[in-house]
């Protein structure tokens, strides 16, 4: 029992250390306009906003960097100062809520932890 106990803490924490250290990578890429890392880091497609299609590729990121990152909110300031909300419900899965131009953190990034380790799965705006 103690063995189990012990193995559980130590892939909890360890869970909690890759959570943290994708986080670092992911919004430095944000902050540096790196695509080829944030493509890396990402499960595509991209699902976006109501009525607006999704990213489904690298290239299609490339062009479309704007509208995910800049259009609704400012993501590289926000990422600066963001805090992850972990689902309670799903371990597997974190948000981030970023303002839009009114200052309504209504803008939510998600992130699902897949066999490949974190990615950005999509942009959803409460708004629409």
């Known amino acids: 029992m103690k063995t189990i106990t012990t193995l559980s803490l130590l892939l909890l924490l360890t869970g909690a250390e ?6 670092q990578t992911f919004k ?27 990213i489904k590729t ?14 609704q909110t400012d993501a590289a300031a926000c990422f600066s100062k963001a805090k ?3 689902d309670a419900d799903n371990p597997k899965h974190f ?17 699902r932890q897949t066999s490949a380790g974190w990615k950005l799965t999509g942009l959803d705006n409460i708004n629409e």
């Open 28 to 54: 430095t890429a944000v902050s540096k306009h790196d695509v080829e890392t944030i493509a890396r880091l990402s499960k595509f497609p991209i699902e976006m906003s109501y009525g607006i299609a999704s």
């Open 84 to 86: 992850l909300e972990m």
């Open 58 to 71: 690298k290239a299609q990121l490339a062009k479309r960097y704007r509208q995910l990152f800049n259009e």
């Open 18 to 23: 890759s959570t943290d250290t994708f986080w």
């Open 95 to 111: 948000t981030v809520a970023c303002p839009d131009a009114a200052g309504n953190e209504v803008v939510i990034y998600h992130f």
